[in-house]
């Protein structure tokens, strides 16, 4: 069977007799209305368990659209009497074109100098998800996902090599790319 996050009728077919969903959609002006559509349909089809992946810094007031929205989801979630799991990822480490200059010379180039990176490898988050859906003890809690590393050190142990940011002015970036 096939569901569309546009079709709701398709999505109760689907989530009939599934106890535990893993939510995602692609982040577009459409995002929020499918993902509400879906809880909907999850709630009539018997769905007990929701795991929903959200982002870092979620919140209903932010300015920012997409953390808006999965605050709002976030909130349909759990006040909807599911057993949920929220998954707060930031930055995809495939996301960000960093793998071939860290696999090549053990660093990558972004003005973070010794900033915070919040990075998070999307097989991390995949494992993650799959626990949270075949697991006991994950409902009710809302996990942050990062790699907590510090000017990207020991981000990057899936290359087999740590991973260090140089000085790089954002100006030097924005020129290389």
């Known amino acids: 069977m096939i569901g569309n996050f546009d079709d709701p009728a398709s999505l109760r077919r689907v989530l009939e007799g599934i106890e535990r969903a893993f939510l995602v959609t692609n982040s577009t002006e459409r995002a929020e209305a499918q993902q509400l559509s879906f809880i909907e349909q ?91 859906l075949t697991e006991h003890g994950h409902q009710g809690n809302t996990s942050l996902l990062s790699s907590a590393g510090r000017g990207g050190r020991g981000i990057f142990s899936p290359l087999g090599c740590p991973a260090r940011s140089p000085s790089y002015p954002a100006r030097a970036l924005v020129r290389s790319v």
């Open 42 to 132: 999850a709630r009539a089809a018997g769905v007990r368990h929701i795991v929903y992946l959200s982002q870092l810094h979620a919140d209903a007031n932010s300015p920012v659209r997409f953390l808006r929205y999965h605050a709002v989801v976030e909130e349909a979630i759990s006040s909807s009497g599911f057993a949920f799991t929220h998954l707060r990822p930031n930055l995809y480490m495939q996301g960000l074109g960093f793998r071939s200059s860290i696999a090549a010379e053990g660093r990558f180039f972004a003005p973070v100098g010794d900033a915070r990176v919040s990075i998070v490898d999307v097989r991390d988050i995949a494992a993650v998800a799959a626990a949270a």
